[in-house]
């Protein structure tokens, strides 16, 4: 999904087209909006090991998917110098997975279009998250 979505694409614009494509239903094939990976991390991780180690390893390349880009996106110079790919790589992956319960529950696209919105804001060159985000003082 992830690779198809970005193909041919501008790192931080790969990032967004993963972003639009999972908030369009018609992506899905006629499947049911939503994430087998999510729906799966909520209802089986906490009671199987194993369950919980693929979840992990899944959610690990979605993360990992994002920091590549990222990490591109630095060396082209279309993210700001001051980003934290890993911080931004791993906020980008809380967006991702919220997006993903969102397209089930948000019936007016107004919080499916937020979240779009604030991914689109992360990796604007001027807003770029940076290393000092997230730490307390």
């Known amino acids: 999904f992830l690779t198809a979505a970005a193909e ?3 790192p931080c614009d790969a990032i967004l087209a993963v972003f639009e494509a999972a908030a369009d239903p018609a992506h899905g094939g006629g499947l049911p909006p939503g994430c087998l990976l999510v729906n799966t991390a909520l209802e089986l ?11 992990n390893a899944s959610l690990a390349l979605v993360e990992h998917f994002f920091l590549e880009k990222l990490t591109l996106a630095l060396a082209d110079g ?5 980003l934290d790919p890993k911080a931004t790589a791993k906020a ?3 967006l ?5 319960v969102l397209v089930r529950s948000d019936m007016d696209g107004t919080a ?5 919105t604030q991914a689109r804001q992360m990796l604007t060159r001027d807003s770029g998250a940076t290393a000092d985000q997230g730490r307390t003082r």
Do not use: K, N, Q, W
Request: proline letters at 9%.
């Open 8 to 10: 041919g694409l501008a």
């Open 45 to 55: 991780s906490p009671h199987d090991p194993e369950v919980r180690a693929r979840v």
């Open 78 to 82: 279309s993210a700001a110098p001051t």
């Open 92 to 94: 980008l992956l809380g």
């Open 96 to 100: 991702f997975l919220g997006l993903r």
């Open 112 to 116: 499916v279009s937020a979240v779009i």
